[in-house]
């Protein structure tokens, strides 16, 4: 496993970071999943949500649009995209705290937040770290609080297949497009809620996966 300290940059070069929001909005529906998942969430007044691989803080931001009274934190390993989130913030006139840090390390206390998002994060971390990721944020959780997850998912047709299995020599999606998520999200201890919502892109098939951190009962 790599040290926590390495990670992949945006569009796996730095030289292309400042590229990142329009690649994404160009492949990916990203304001119809992020809609999606905000109205999964069902997000409360005064609520606490992390968003965990916040990147250049998109999602960040529509979350707490949507939910302007909850407070709203994101994470990301990457300084350089942390700086482009916090011009976008400023620029919306919006209060947002982010903050430097390893999504296999969570910079937060035990039980701290109901709600933990992560879009296309998960992707980018090898399978020991991707279970590590789950772990976390199963500890920075509430019981009984929501994990909303974004990532590649398993091909519901042929043409999403043939997309996914080029996409794979550039990601590492393989366990992905074979089913390996679910597994990994029970394993951190997790309550999987009903099968993900899928969604067709010209990056392949990506789901979102709503679990819950089980109520302690003893």
């Known amino acids: 496993m790599k ?47 992390l968003d965990v691989g916040c990147g250049t803080g998109t999602h960040t931001i529509r979350v707490k649009q949507a939910q302007p009274e909850a407070m709203i934190h994101g994470v990301d390993i990457d300084p350089e995209v942390l700086k482009l989130a916090q011009r976008k913030i400023e620029q919306n006139c919006l209060e947002l705290f982010l903050k430097q840090g390893s999504a296999i390390a969570l910079p937060y206390s035990d039980h701290h937040f109901d709600h933990v998002i992560s879009c296309l994060l998960v992707h980018h971390l090898d399978n020991q770290a991707k279970q590590q990721m789950l772990e976390e944020a199963f500890r920075v959780l509430k019981p009984g609080g929501q994990l909303h997850l974004v990532d590649f998912g398993e091909p519901q047709d042929i043409p999403m297949w043939v997309i996914s299995l080029l996409v794979r020599w550039f990601e590492e999606i393989q366990g992905h497009i074979q089913g390996m998520l679910p597994k990994l999200i029970q394993n951190a201890g997790f309550k999987l809620d009903a099968t993900p919502v899928h969604f067709r892109t010209l990056g392949g098939t990506i789901a979102l996966w709503h679990a819950y951190k089980p109520i302690e009962t003893n």
Request: proline content about 6%.
């Open 3 to 49: 040290n926590q300290h390495d990670f992949i940059p945006a569009l796996h070069y730095h030289w292309l970071t400042r590229w990142y929001d329009p690649v994404m909005r160009l492949i990916f529906p990203e304001t119809r999943i992020t809609d999606r998942l905000i109205r999964q969430a069902d997000i409360q007044s005064g609520e606490q949500v």
